[in-house]
């Protein structure tokens, strides 16, 4: 097995570490050329969505990465990965892949809050770290999509198939349970 980190900006190393605590094998999508070798699963980073999404379409990885999200490839999005998965954006007319049945909202914790630590159920998982980071969250859910963890009645982790999305950052934290459960989507 090997699982692609989209690594043009934000916290792809820290999602390689935890790969490879796993001992799964990844490798950094930066150019297309790097789309020619195989891989089983794509991980979309936390950073900036905006740049991200920019940055995809100037260098021609958005619409393959896109065709192969739409195509079933399993794929983990944290924080800007989140929206930049999301069908929606309540504040925010630009989306991006569009995949996934969810709404989200961008910056969704204002200034204040922009930035803090909690644990809270994760369904299949139990409790776990969660870091934010001017996070957002999910308003909504709809479809096959399914609601995996709240935080103060805000969604912040979801399923649709084989996609999954959390507002936080689960890289951050030591545990590796989220990685891990990634892993089994894509096992199975
Ligand atoms: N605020 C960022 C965005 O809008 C997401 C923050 C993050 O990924 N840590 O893309």
Redo the contacts with the bound molecule.
Sequence with gaps: MKVAVLALQ??FAEHKQMLSRLGVPSFEIRQKRDLDKPFDGLII????????GKLMRELGLFEPLRERIAGGLPVFG????L?LLAKKIKN?DRVHFAVMDITAV??AYGRQLGSFYTEAEFKGIGQIPMT?????YIEDVSGEAEVLATVSGHIVAAREGNQLVTAF?PELNDDLSVHKYFINMIKN
Excluded at 45 to 52: F, H
Excluded at 132 to 136: E, K, V
Aim: proline content about 8%.
């Design positions: 934000g916290a980073p936390g950073g900036e969505s905006t740049v991200q944290t924080c800007a990965g929206l925010d961008r910056n934010f980071i001017r996070a957002p950052h």
